[in-house]
């Protein structure tokens, strides 16, 4: 695969991880993805590439789709010839650039179309006339800079990522003159990430949980669930499935199998 990897300019290091582009001849590839913290923009100049859950399947296309953080683990498909990019913002990185709500995000993806109106279309012909995948990035870096309307999102909402917690009472905790009540504080989460913050804060948990396993599939799950702050073995289990769709055992059978790149430990091949 021809794999680019872009990371942004400083202006937008807080809501943007990196910019990707990927190129593979034709081929068929089928993953299971477990939620991941990272809102995607992708935009599809190959053939069929599309993700599916229980209840809506998306086509990817040259037009260009943004999508939130997910709510359930879905199936990818590719088939035929891969060719796409796109961006990986941080969990609350739209709302940060540009003021756009995550409960936007959460049925469905968005077109870029939708979003920008115009300059969208501006943006996809500069993208097909710039023929090198390195361009195409830049191209979308500077669309992104010369459309910065930050909006500031609460260190109390921030914490929630940074210092996850399965704690009872962790919300009320996290209150402050900025964010003084739960509701309050609830609603922010939900125009940022798109989330209720407890659920929030248990995916950040299962996320975490996810990377240790794949990097270290020897480790008990029992110390797995424990480093990462669950009550025991089965909330840790619960918890994990009801995100994932899946066992942490399950999880790291796939891993054994090598099913799992430990880079983006998300991502199982089927």
């Known amino acids: 695969m021809n794999a680019i990897i872009k990371y942004p300019h400083p202006d937008l290091q807080e809501a943007v991880d990196y910019y990707w582009f990927h190129e593979l001849p034709h081929s068929t590839l089928q993953t299971y993805n477990i939620p991941f913290l990272h809102q995607?923009?992708?935009?599809?100049y190959g053939d069929?590439?599309?993700?599916?859950?229980?209840?809506?399947?998306y086509r990817y296309t040259e037009q260009g789709e943004?999508?939130?953080?997910?709510?359930?683990?879905?199936?990818t498909l590719i088939k035929g010839t891969y060719k796409a990019l796109g961006i990986m913002f941080k969990p609350f990185g739209l709302y940060r650039l540009f003021g756009i709500s995550a409960t936007q995000l959460i049925r469905q993806p968005l077109t870029l179309q939708s979003i920008w109106g115009p300059a969208a279309a501006l943006l996809l012909r500069k993208l097909s006339d710039s023929p090198a995948p390195a361009e195409k990035l830049d191209t979308l870096e500077d669309f992104l800079l010369q459309r910065i309307n930050p909006l500031p999102v609460p260190d109390e909402l921030l914490q929630l990522q940074?210092?996850?917690?399965?704690?009872?009472?962790?919300?009320?905790?996290?209150?402050?003159?900025a964010l003084p009540t739960a509701k309050k504080y609830i609603h922010y989460?939900?125009?940022?990430?798109?989330?209720?913050?407890k659920r929030f804060s248990h995916l950040c948990l299962v996320n975490a949980s996810l990377q240790q396993i794949a990097s270290q599939p020897a480790m008990s799950l029992t110390e797995v669930a424990y480093d990462n702050g669950f009550y025991d073995q089965s909330h840790f289990v619960r918890v994990f499935r009801s995100?994932?769709?899946?066992?942490?055992?399950?999880?790291?059978?796939a891993v054994r199998a090598q099913k799992v790149n430990s880079s983006f430990p998300n991502t199982i091949f089927l």
């Open 162 to 177: 940074q210092q996850p917690s399965t704690n009872k009472g962790y919300i009320q905790s996290c209150l402050s003159a």
């Open 66 to 75: 943004l999508s939130g953080l997910l709510h359930s683990p879905t199936i």
């Open 243 to 253: 995100i994932t769709g899946i066992t942490p055992s399950a999880y790291r059978k």
């Open 40 to 44: 995607e923009l992708i935009i599809n």
């Open 48 to 57: 069929g590439f599309s993700l599916s859950n229980a209840t809506h399947q």
């Open 189 to 197: 989460c939900r125009e940022t990430v798109g989330f209720t913050p």
